[in-house]
């Protein structure tokens, strides 16, 4: 839909439109629902999807997160908080089959750690 690129409320609503309707055999319950997946980041590297806090009615910096494939016919849940999860992701010790870094990647390096950094961030 133009002019709705971006529009992250939008692509969330109709990511849960999508599991309450249309996925078959979903492991998980659907926010409002309590215990109920909220999407939260959707990676658009082939074969990864959408990452989801799974809402628990508890402390939000404990809501485990939980990631699918793009068909959602694979999922992974993993304790810790959104921070936890893409930091071991940047670091590439996230031991997930759906959100891997790309074979041959070079790792993540911050940029003050690269050597073409000159010091200033422009």
Known sequence: MSGREGDLPHMFAGALAILREEVEDL???????IPGLLPWARCTRPGA???FWLVDGGD???WPVVL???NYDHWEEFDGTAV???SALVAGELPSQILSRSEGAEPYRP???R?????SLW
């Open 27 to 33: 492991p998980y319950g659907v926010y409002p629902q």
């Open 111 to 113: 940029r003050q750690a």
């Open 84 to 86: 936890d999860i893409l």
């Open 115 to 119: 050597s073409d950094a000159h010091g």
């Open 60 to 62: 939000p910096d404990k």
């Open 49 to 51: 999807g959408l990452l």
């Open 68 to 70: 699918s494939d793009l």
